[in-house]
C-alpha cells in the first residue's frame, strides 16, 4: 500500500481539515463493511480524489464527514471536531462549514437560478442584505453571470452543475465535498466544472471529490485515495486514476 | 425576512395540497364542534341543576279518599295526624321550611299550570287532588332520611322528591353528553391521524427542498416549523370553525327554537360558549402541533 506522507502529521493538528483514524463502518444488512480501518488526512487547501469503483465505500466516506453516519469503529474529526462528540443540535453548524455538490445537481426546478443559490443561505437565516450582495458575487464566479433569473431546466448539463457549485461554496465554507460532479456531463463540460473546482481549491478551500473519471483524474495530477472493499489500497500526492493508467 | 421565508413556505405549503388541507380543517372542525357540544350540555345540565335545585322541593302526600297505600287504612287523613306530622317535619334538623297545600289549593294551583288545557281541568274534581306538606330541604341530596322517617307514618300517603323527576332529565342529557364526547373521541383520533399525515405528505412532498436545507445546514427548527406551523394553522382553522359552529348552533337551536319554546327551565348562555370556543381552539393547535411534531421526528430525518 503506498502512503502519502506528510512530515509530522501527528504534530500538525491545526493543519488537519479532515481526519479519519482506523475508521470502519458496517452496515446491519451487509456482512462485509462499508469502510474497513480506514486512515486519511486531508490538510487544510487540499484537493483529493478518492476513486473506486462502485460500493468501494466513496459515498460512506463522504457521508461520514457530514455525520450522515457515524462510524462503527474509530474517529472522524472534520473542520476541528471530533464528530463523535458532537451534539445532534450542532451538526447543522458542521453542514455549514461543508458545501456539497453531487452528480444530479440537486436544483429546485421551481426556483431561479438566483433563488437556488439564495435558498441555501435563507434557511441558514441569513439576512437579505447579504443574500442579496454575495449571490451575484458567487454567480459571477462560477460563470453564470447574466442568467440569474433563468430556470433550471432552462440551462444545460453543465451550467446545472455550475449553479449547484454556487450553492455549495455561496456561504465560503472550509471544505467541498463533490460527489462524482462530473458523472453526469459530457467531458469538455467536466473539464470546465473541474476548472471551477480548481479555482476553488485555490481561495483556500478543501476540495474533496469522488469520481470515476479517469481523464480527469489523470490530468488534474492531485492527492489520489483509492479504496477497495472498503480498504485504503493507495495513496498518492500526485496520482492517476489507476495503475499503467 | 425569516418569518417571511417561513410565512412563504407555509404559504406554499398548504396550497400544494389544498384537498388534504381542507379534509384536515373539516374533520378536525367537526371533532371538536362535537366536543364543543358535549361542553355545552354539560354546562347546560349544571345550569339546571343550580335553577332547579334551588327549588325542588320534597313533597308528602297525604293520605285521600282514593289513596292506596297501606299506611292510609283506606281512610282519609286525620286532623291530628296532620298536625303530629306538621310539627315533626318543622322538628327534622334537615328540614328548611315547611308549607302546607290544602286540597283547595291544590286545585287552584292545577288550574294555573293547566290553563291551556281546558278539558283536563273540567274532568277534575276540586277535591280529587291531595292536600300535602312540600318540605324545602337544607340540602337537596338529604332526601333520603326525611322520606324514611316519614313515608310509613299514619296519613302519609306517598313522599315523592321532585329532585328525582329532574334527574331522569339529566340522565338522559348526561347520555346525551357522553355520546357526543365519545363520537368526538373518535374523531379526534381521526383528524389527529388526518393531520399526520397531511404532514407527512408535505414532508414527502418538500423532501427535495428540506434534503437541500438538511445538506446547507438548516437547523432543524427552521426545517420543521414550516411543516409545524402548517399544522398548528389547520388546527387553529378547524378550532374556529368549531367554536363557529357551536356558537351557531347554541343560537339557532337554544335561543331560537328551545327558549321560546320551553319556559320551565332557564338555558346556558353566551358565557358558557365563549367559554368554550378557546377551548377549543386551543385543544385544535395542540392536537394538530402535537400530530405534526410526532409525524416530524418519524418521516423528517435531521
Not at chain 1, 36 to 56: A, P
Not at chain 2, 172 to 198: C, D, G, M, R, W
Not at chain 2, 209 to 230: C, D, H, K, W
Request: aromatic content about 6%; overall charge positive; hydrophobic content about 45%.
Amino acid at each position: 500500500m503506498v502512503r502519502a506522507s506528510y512530515p509530522g502529521v501527528a504534530d500538525l493538528d491545526s493543519g488537519s481539515v479532515i481526519r479519519l483514524e482506523n475508521v470502519s463502518k458496517s452496515f446491519p444488512t451487509s456482512t462485509r463493511p462499508a469502510l474497513d480501518d480506514v486512515d486519511v488526512n486531508i490538510e487544510k487547501g487540499e484537493f483529493v480524489f478518492l476513486v473506486g469503483s462502485s460500493g468501494s465505500g466513496k459515498s460512506t466516506f463522504l457521508r461520514l464527514l457530514l455525520k450522515e453516519e457515524v462510524p462503527t469503529q474509530g474517529r472522524v474529526h472534520v473542520a476541528g471536531k471530533d464528530l463523535a462528540r458532537l451534539s445532534n443540535w450542532k451538526v447543522p453548524a458542521l453542514r455549514r462549514s461543508i458545501g456539497c455538490v453531487f452528480q444530479d445537481f440537486r436544483l429546485l426546478p421551481n426556483k431561479t437560478v438566483f433563488q437556488n443559490v439564495a435558498f441555501a443561505l435563507e434557511v441558514i437565516g441569513k439576512p437579505r442584505h447579504t443574500i442579496d450582495q454575495v449571490v451575484p458575487e458567487v454567480l459571477d464566479l462560477v460563470g453564470l453571470d447574466g442568467k440569474s433569473q433563468r430556470m433550471p431546466d432552462e440551462l444545460s448539463g453543465g451550467e446545472q452543475q455550475r449553479v449547484a457549485v454556487a450553492r455549495a461554496f455561496v456561504n465560503r465554507p472550509m471544505i467541498l465535498i463533490a460527489d462524482e460532479p462530473t458523472g453526469n456531463l459530457d467531458p469538455s463540460t467536466s473539464v470546465g466544472i473541474m476548472k471551477l473546482l480548481d479555482r476553488i481549491n485555490r481561495t483556500g478551500t478543501t476540495v474533496v471529490m469522488a469520481t470515476h473519471d479517469a481523464a480527469i483524474v489523470d490530468s488534474m495530477r492531485r492527492r489520489v485515495v483509492e479504496l477497495s472493499q472498503g480498504k485504503v489500497v493507495r495513496d498518492q500526492v500526485r496520482g492517476v486514476y489507476g495503475y499503467g493508467a | 425576512m425569516r418569518a417571511q421565508f417561513i410565512l412563504s413556505e407555509i404559504g406554499v405549503g398548504l396550497r400544494r395540497n389544498i384537498t388534504l388541507t381542507i379534509a384536515t380543517v373539516v374533520t378536525v372542525a367537526i371533532s371538536l364542534t362535537l366536543v364543543g357540544l358535549g361542553l355545552l350540555v354539560r354546562d347546560q345540565v349544571s345550569t339546571m341543576k343550580g335553577y332547579w335545585y334551588d327549588k325542588v322541593e320534597v313533597t308528602v302526600y297525604l293520605c285521600g279518599q282514593t289513596s292506596t297505600s297501606p299506611t292510609c287504612a283506606g281512610k282519609e287523613v286525620t286532623q291530628d295526624q296532620r298536625q303530629q306530622l306538621a310539627t315533626d317535619l318543622q322538628a327534622t334538623p334537615q328540614v328548611k321550611r315547611v308549607f302546607y297545600e290544602s286540597k283547595a289549593e291544590a286545585f287552584t294551583r292545577f288550574k294555573e299550570q293547566f290553563k291551556d288545557s281546558p278539558d283536563l281541568v273540567a274532568n277534575v274534581s276540586a277535591d280529587a287532588l291531595p292536600e300535602s306538606f312540600r318540605v324545602k330541604l337544607a340540602d337537596p341530596r338529604k332526601f333520603e332520611v326525611v322520606a324514611s322517617a316519614f313515608r310509613d307514618r299514619p296519613g302519609v300517603d306517598t313522599v315523592q322528591d321532585q329532585k328525582k323527576l329532574l334527574e331522569n332529565f339529566f340522565n338522559v342529557l348526561n347520555v346525551f353528553q357522553k355520546v357526543a364526547l365519545i363520537v368526538a373521541a373518535f374523531q379526534l383520533v381521526a383528524s389527529v391521524l388526518l393531520v399526520s399525515n397531511t404532514i407527512r405528505v408535505a414532508a414527502f412532498s418538500r423532501r427535495r427542498e428540506t434534503g437541500i436545507m438538511r445538506l446547507v445546514g438548516a437547523s432543524n427548527l427552521y426545517i420543521q416549523l414550516p411543516f409545524l406551523l402548517e399544522g398548528a394553522l389547520a388546527g387553529l382553522l378547524g378550532g374556529a370553525l368549531a367554536g363557529g359552529l357551536v356558537a351557531l348552533g347554541k343560537y339557532e337551536l337554544i335561543d331560537q327554537q328551545l327558549r321560546p319554546r320551553i319556559k320551565f327551565t332557564n338555558f346556558v348562555g353566551w358565557d358558557s360558549v365563549l367559554g368554550i370556543i378557546p377551548l377549543l381552539v386551543v385543544t385544535g393547535v395542540v392536537l394538530s402541533s402535537t400530530a405534526s411534531f410526532v409525524t416530524l421526528r418519524r418521516h423528517l430525518r435531521v
